[in-house]
């Protein structure tokens, strides 16, 4: 099974593109930290920040660039996928993203608005093949 379920921090407002048909891709940076402790004989470990590129497709990425900001709080179910290209260098790279199945913003609205979807209930519908660019990204 390709699960994961993550609580963090957003880093940066999303970055939104819109492919062929209209289809919308969101990019956004999650923050999640591992609390730092200390030992029994007085060793500090300290807190680990993990930084985690998470993407959502369609409506779910249309909710993201309306409603989640830089500092937002999300809640993100998806699966690991992982991709490989040669930049343009002729460098092989490989990067880690979290495709996106549902979504809940944890963050309170600010006072004065009014109310928000808090949550994009899973797509029936997978994303589109990906067709990352000639470097191996997405139009990001």
Known sequence: MNKVMLIGNVGADPQVKYLDQGVCVAQVRLATTERGYTLQNGTQVPDRTEWHTCIFWR???ETVEKYVHKGDKLYVEGKIQSRDWT???GISRKTVEIMVDNM????????GQSAVPHSAPSQP??????????????PF
């Open 125 to 138: 519908d997978t994303p589109p093949a990906a067709t990352p660019s000639e470097n191996g990204d997405y």
């Open 59 to 61: 409506k779910m990425g």
């Open 87 to 89: 930049d343009r260098q």
């Open 104 to 111: 809940e913003l944890l963050s309170p609205k600010p006072a």
